[in-house]
């Protein structure tokens, strides 16, 4: 009998999956024969088929065609094998694929005929594990419209119990310790079932036949209240409880599916304040949680895409456009036009929103900057002194897991924060990778290992400037290279020697690969969109370690994966003081002012724009005079902070791109007005000049010009720059295609008037979705450079 293999696409609308299907008439083809001969067919299924209700499909499948046989999961797939009349074979063979569960991905579909040997029933066979096989594993999901209803209605046993879930949501890679996917390798395995439970999970008919998590009141995971110190509180209804200590302006540590996250009252100024000192976290936006999506309507612009994302069960933050009527205190996010939202994705948080009826902050449990804390006694201690008090459970949670941030740019789905709900979802791309591990940057720090045609990007891992993130990134490594069996033959790394991420990359033993910052950057772009270059790198990003060792970040690269050539760039500006420059704003200012136009402009203009007088600014100028400890900068992140700083927006920053956020949400998009620019070409490279630009910005504020119409007038200037060079570069005989990333596209306006403007031109664009346009997507690119320029 001939053997049969092929890939069919999967039928969840998936945004990332984007299979061709090889040969779709081959099913219909099979289906002609005499219908009534027995066959025996044998299934290997690939992608994310376990932990989302895959075996119990099969099962219900086989039952209703009236097939005999067996199921499995395994480290390589499910197997399944199925025997009866040729006609009920064919149709499960269809229906397998094009009816599977919501959340299973199939990435591919193998089967093969075999003898028939008068299989009698139809059973769930053990796991078996395959040594160095691998799975893809499913994300955490969020709480199902079914499991919600059961939660708030009085008669169903499951009635306000916070771990509420079935195999179409509920926690997955959080609590997963290895494959298989079965309970016993999860933090679930210290919980037995009760018989109630116990029958729900053996019931094919049931909604949670083999839901992993399975649980309830009596057999489950339990909430507490604990104190400041962590002492049990022992009050009866922990959720009643906690809700009236949110009333009261207090702020809880609540242990939720990746770690723990402060809650507090949103419109109470106070409790906010307070918050923030505790955090040390003077400005950066909180991301608020809203019961349900009436209530979002309340606070925010939300359109048909931003409203699909908020209910997807990835359930994300989604970045909207926050109403000024909107009575959530502005001290939550200061300063920004957008307001991070997100839904409740636990049964948990679903009883606090309705149940208080509040707006609750959700933050990481964390100081500034380190990982989120994730066990009870982790966060006992390093939570102490920030949260009044604790709502813990004792359900392990396996790996921290942040929450996404996203936000629908040009119509489309974007992720700046790449965690729960999209990893460990790896990305699929079009070639066969080495196996590879990518270090990643510093600030957002993400890893990506490869295997096959799949790149794991890691999920966010943080700010990678302390000991706590460093172990937190080294285990998650570890979790990685266990769950998906990857033993990396190399290691790519930034070139920035400081970054802890190079200097643990360069202790690990094997070949290693340095990769430019930007040329990472343009390969990440290039990769999620599945093309190859070459192309134009257009990186406009805060700060890149280049191979000049300057610190580069307005780039316009020309390259593919196995090399980049800079083709342009903007003019080096001296950092006075280096990070203090990142740190104030006003440093960069002037160091624009003074550098560009000279000392003698420099004091006339000086009384427009609010910088600290005197003997800090003689010594910032002497800093840039000398050359001492001032490097030199093409970065736009830089640029964005001294426009800013000029207007008066931000004189100094708490968190990384807050200048360049304040000056998007003050400009005025109905100005098209521009500054000048213009180009010197050096050694085959274009030099932007700036000097008009700051000249432009100075004289505008001379006249009185309001720093609305400026700022717009600054994005519409790096449009014009943008599509200049591209074109230029064009015109020489280079690609027409153009790869925008670096953090600074995070800028929505800017991004959507430079596609637009670039394509409008005749370029084709390429911009990130899947993976972070910041440092959080750039351990891709590191990879799969490593994977080419090692061939
Ligand atoms: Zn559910
Ligand atoms: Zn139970």
Redesign the pocket.
């Known amino acids: 009998m001939k053997n049969s293999v092929f890939s069919v696409p999967s039928v969840a609308k998936s945004s990332v999956m984007n299979l061709e299907l090889e040969n779709p008439a081959e099913l219909t083809k099979k289906a002609v024969g005499t219908g009534a001969e027995r066959r025996r067919r044998r299934f290997l299924l690939k992608g994310v088929v376990q932990g989302v209700g895959f075996r119990p499909f099969v099962y219900g499948l086989a039952q209703k065609n009236n097939l005999q046989g067996w199921v499995n999961n395994s480290s390589a797939g499910v197997f399944i094998e199925v025997e009866g009349k040729m006609e009920a074979v064919e149709d499960f063979t269809r229906e397998v694929s094009h009816q599977a569960p919501p959340r299973a991905r199939i990435e591919s579909l193998k089967f093969e005929d075999l003898t028939p040997v008068g299989f009698r029933s139809f059973e769930i066979r053990e796991s078996v594990e395959e040594a160095g096989k691998y799975q893809l594993i499913s994300p955490d999901?969020a709480?199902?419209?079914?499991?919600?209803q059961e939660v708030f209605n009085p008669q169903d046993r499951r009635y306000r119990y916070p771990f509420?879930?079935?195999?179409?949501?509920?926690p997955r890679f959080t609590i997963i310790q290895d494959i298989p996917y079965d309970r016993p390798k999860t933090t679930m395995a210290q919980f037995r079932m009760c018989p109630e439970c116990q029958h729900e999970y053996d019931d094919p008919t049931n909604?949670r036949f083999h839901a992993q998590p399975n649980a309830c009141s009596h057999c489950g995971p339990k909430v507490e209240l604990c104190d400041e110190q962590g002492k049990p509180l022992g009050v009866d209804d922990p959720v009643s409880s906690a809700i009236a200590l949110l009333r009261e302006g207090k702020i809880l540590a609540i242990k939720g599916l990746g770690g723990f996250l402060l809650a507090c009252n949103a419109q109470n100024p106070l409790v906010l304040e307070r918050l923030r000192q505790r955090k040390r976290r003077p400005h950066k936006p909180f991301a608020v949680m809203l019961p349900h999506l009436p209530a979002v309507q309340k606070h925010c612009w939300v359109n048909e895409g931003e409203e699909k994302l908020l209910l997807a069960p990835e359930s994300p933050i989604v970045l909207l456009h926050w109403k000024e009527s909107s009575p959530i205190s502005r001290f939550v996010a200061p300063g920004q036009k957008y307001l991070g939202v997100m839904l409740p994705y636990t049964p948990l948080h679903h009883l606090l929103l309705r149940e208080s009826g509040l707006v609750l902050i959700m933050t990481s449990g964390n100081l500034n900057e380190e990982p989120i804390a994730k066990d009870n006694e982790e966060a006992f201690s390093r939570l102490q002194g920030i949260a009044d008090a604790f709502l813990i459970h004792d359900r392990d949670i396996y790996v921290q897991y942040d929450d996404s941030v996203t936000a629908v740019v040009s119509g489309e789905n974007t992720i700046l924060r790449r965690a729960r709900g999209y990893a460990p979802f790896p990305i699929r791309l079009p070639f066969p990778l080495k196996p590879i591990l990518a270090c990643g940057a510093e600030l957002k720090n993400t890893f990506c290992l490869t295997r096959d045609q799949y790149a794991f990007l890691s999920q966010h891992i943080g700010d990678m400037e302390n000991l706590e993130t460093l172990n937190h990134f080294q285990r998650t490594i570890g979790i990685y290279q266990k769950l998906f069996s990857i033993q990396p033959e190399m290691v790519a790394y930034d070139l920035h020697p400081e970054y802890l991420s190079t200097k643990y990359a360069l202790q690990l033993t094997g070949k290693k690969i340095g990769v430019q910052h930007h040329f990472a950057h343009m390969a990440s772009c290039l990769a999620e969109n599945g093309a190859e270059g070459p192309a134009i790198g257009l990186t406009f990003d805060g700060l890149g370690y280049g191979t000049d060792g300057n610190l580069w970040g307005g780039e316009f690269l020309l390259g593919n994966f196995r090399f980049f050539e800079r083709k342009a760039h903007f003019e080096y500006i001296p950092m006075p003081g280096g990070a203090a420059a990142i740190q104030h704003p006003w440093r960069m200012a002037l160091s624009y002012v003074y550098t560009l136009l000279g000392k003698e402009e420099f004091m006339k203009h000086q009384p427009l724009f609010a910088l600290p007088q005197g003997e800090k600014v003689r010594i910032i100028l002497q800093q840039i005079d000398q050359k001492f400890n001032a490097p030199l900068t093409s970065s736009c992140g830089r640029l964005f902070d001294g426009v800013s700083a000029l207007l008066g927006l931000c004189p100094s920053v708490s968190y990384e791109g807050q200048a360049a956020m304040e000056l998007e949400r003050i400009a005025n998009p109905e100005e098209d007005g521009a500054y000048d620019f213009f180009t010197e070409e050096e050694e085959g490279k274009e030099i932007i000049r700036l000097r008009p630009l700051i000249a432009g910005v100075l004289k505008d504020l001379g006249k009185g010009i309001e720093p609305s119409v400026i700022a717009a007038k600054f994005h519409n200037t790096l449009v014009n720059i943008g599509v200049a060079i591209c074109q230029k570069i064009g015109e020489r005989g280079g690609p027409k295609k153009v790869a925008l990333s670096g953090g600074v596209f995070q800028n929505r306006l800017l991004t959507e008037r430079m596609r637009a403007a670039m394509e409008k031109s005749g370029l084709e664009v390429l911009t990130h979705r899947l993976v972070p346009c910041n440092d959080g997507g750039l351990a891709l690119g590191q990879a799969v450079i490593a994977n080419f320029v090692a061939q």
Request: net charge neutral; charged share 15%; hydrophobic share 5%.
């Open positions: 999901i709480t199902c419209e079914p499991c919600q509420t879930n079935c195999t179409n949501c509920g909604r």
